[in-house]
């Protein structure tokens, strides 16, 4: 199996990659800059270089072709400006599934946010309220494409400690924390989990081996 990871250089991203690497996938990372190669071949993936917020869809496309899934790991974080949204975390993310289709690519998994949604509300912050929005729109123009089978994560807050295995994964999980190697596992599980296609999760520490949460949400979306 080939996966091409978007936003490869990131922390989330490169664990998930040393796991797939693990079983014995093979792994693209796309990144940004050239000085992050080193760390993206040593967890095990091919880096290749794209912007994913200035690339044009022509480059999307040749950077995917002949991969059976991909996996959008980049996120830009807080914008500029509220109400003005990176492209990194929402045009991006979009432009990648146009090239999916173009090439024939069906499985995508998206790394969203818990709370994201196209109508979130966050007074406290307005940037927050801008990037989750904007994930959230994502998220929706996503899950509304019938040619792509795609699962949506939402993990809560990420913090940096070692993984546990333990995982809460479902529908609606209520608020909490997860650590990134855990919110990987729970991503390298999912790619390989093509029945969870169509499904929004949340993700926060539990009490549940990661691919057995998996296993439980894949049936639930199709119990037979």
């Given at each position: 199996?080939?996966?091409?990871?978007?936003?490869?250089?990131?922390?989330?991203?490169?664990?998930?990659?040393?796991?797939?690497?693990?079983?014995?996938?093979?792994?693209?990372?796309?990144?940004?800059?050239?000085?992050?190669?080193?760390?993206?071949?040593?967890?095990?993936?091919?880096?290749?270089?794209?912007?994913?917020?200035?690339?044009?869809a022509e480059a999307f496309a040749e950077r995917i072709e002949g991969a059976d899934a991909v996996l959008?790991?980049?996120?830009?974080?807080?914008?500029?400006?509220?109400?003005?949204?990176?492209?990194?975390?929402?045009?991006?993310?979009?432009?990648?599934?146009?090239?999916?289709?173009?090439?024939?690519?069906?499985?995508?998994?998206?790394?969203?946010?818990?709370?994201?949604?196209?109508?979130?509300?966050?007074?406290?912050?307005?940037?927050?309220?801008?990037?989750?929005?904007?994930?959230?729109?994502?998220?929706?123009?996503?899950?509304?494409?019938?040619?792509?089978?795609?699962?949506?994560?939402?993990?809560?807050?990420?913090?940096?400690?070692?993984?546990?295995?333990?995982?809460?994964?479902?529908?609606?999980?209520?608020?909490?924390?997860?650590?990134?190697?855990?919110?990987?596992?729970?991503?390298?599980?999912?790619?390989?989990?093509?029945?969870?296609?169509?499904?929004?999760?949340?993700?926060?520490?539990?009490?549940?081996?990661?691919?057995?949460?998996?296993?439980?949400?894949?049936?639930?979306?199709?119990?037979?």
């Amino acid at each position: 199996m080939h996966v091409v990871i978007a936003g490869g250089h990131g922390r989330v991203a490169r664990a998930a990659t040393r796991l797939l690497a693990a079983r014995g996938w093979r792994v693209t990372g796309l990144i940004r800059r050239p000085e992050q190669a080193d760390d993206v071949r040593a967890a095990g993936a091919a880096p290749v270089l794209l912007d994913l917020a200035t690339a044009p869809a022509e480059a999307f496309a040749e950077r995917i072709e002949g991969a059976d899934a991909v996996l959008y790991a980049a996120g830009a974080g807080l914008g500029d400006a509220p109400g003005r949204a990176n492209p990194v975390d929402r045009d991006a993310a979009l432009a990648l599934a146009d090239a999916a289709q173009s090439v024939g690519v069906r499985r995508y998994v998206m790394l969203s946010s818990m709370g994201a949604a196209r109508d979130a509300r966050y007074p406290q912050n307005p940037l927050v309220e801008t990037y989750l929005r904007a994930k959230g729109e994502a998220d929706d123009d996503l899950l509304s494409r019938p040619f792509l089978h795609c699962t949506v994560l939402r993990p809560a807050w990420f913090r940096d400690s070692p993984a546990t295995g333990l995982v809460q994964l479902a529908e609606s999980t209520g608020v909490g924390e997860v650590s990134r190697a855990d919110a990987a596992a729970v991503l390298a599980a999912l790619l390989a989990a093509p029945d969870t296609a169509g499904l929004t999760l949340e993700l926060i520490s539990g009490r549940t081996p990661v691919d057995e949460a998996v296993a439980a949400v894949a049936r639930q979306a199709d119990p037979a």
